[in-house]
């Protein structure tokens, strides 16, 4: 087995842990940090259950070797709200965008990259951003709304 050492700051975090080359960044978030809101769904990138930002940027984290996370920033679920909710996952809660819950927090970490290039953004490009995240459970219309809602508290 072959090992690298790495240092990836999660939730401004820094954790150092020497880890298999082959980990994914998912399972080094659930099991070597322990944050389990970070969903494995498909394991294959489909889903987007497993969504973080990644210097940013929307990810599936099953998909991403965690050694790829060397000297980045990776911010989860849990990382996105202090002491208040985040207004995404506000918005989720205000609309019932919520049903079973395990898509939610890869659908919120993804709507949030989306709120961050476009502040004030469409219906359609929400739409269009969001295909990657599949819910069984919604529909996606209360998605849809919950993420224009929040869009309109942030602004």
Same mark, same amino acid.
């Given at each position: 087995?072959?090992?690298?050492?790495?240092?990836?700051?999660?939730?401004?975090?820094?954790?150092?842990?020497?880890?298999?080359?082959?980990?994914?960044?998912?399972?080094?978030?659930?099991?070597?940090?322990?944050?389990?809101?970070?969903?494995?769904? %498909?394991?294959?990138?489909?889903?987007? /259950?497993?969504?973080?930002?990644?210097?940013?940027?929307?990810?599936?984290?099953?998909?991403?070797?965690?050694?790829?996370?060397?000297? %980045?920033?990776?911010?989860?679920? +849990?990382?996105?709200?202090?002491?208040?909710?985040?207004?995404?996952?506000? /918005?989720?809660?205000?609309?019932?965008?919520?049903?079973?819950?395990?898509?939610?927090?890869?659908?919120?970490?993804?709507?949030? /990259?989306?709120?961050?290039?476009?502040?004030?953004?469409?219906?359609?490009?929400?739409?269009?951003?969001?295909?990657?995240?599949?819910?069984?459970?919604?529909?996606?219309?209360?998605?849809?709304?919950?993420?224009?809602?929040?869009? +309109?508290?942030?602004?």
């Amino acid at each position: 087995m072959k090992t690298k050492e790495i240092n990836v700051c999660i939730n401004g975090q820094q954790y150092i842990r020497t880890i298999n080359v082959a980990m994914t960044l998912a399972e080094f978030i659930r099991d070597e940090i322990g944050l389990t809101g970070t969903k494995i769904g %498909c394991n294959e990138g489909e889903c987007g /259950a497993c969504t973080v930002l990644l210097s940013g940027k929307p990810v599936a984290s099953c998909t991403v070797l965690a050694a790829e996370a060397d000297n %980045c920033d990776v911010l989860t679920i +849990e990382g996105l709200s202090g002491d208040e909710l985040h207004p995404l996952q506000q /918005a989720f809660l205000d609309v019932g965008a919520v049903q079973c819950g395990f898509c939610t927090p890869g659908m919120i970490m993804n709507a949030k /990259a989306i709120l961050d290039r476009n502040p004030h953004p469409t219906e359609s490009y929400v739409r269009k951003n969001m295909e990657g995240n599949i819910c069984r459970c919604t529909g996606y219309n209360r998605i849809i709304e919950a993420i224009l809602l929040a869009a +309109e508290r942030m602004s």
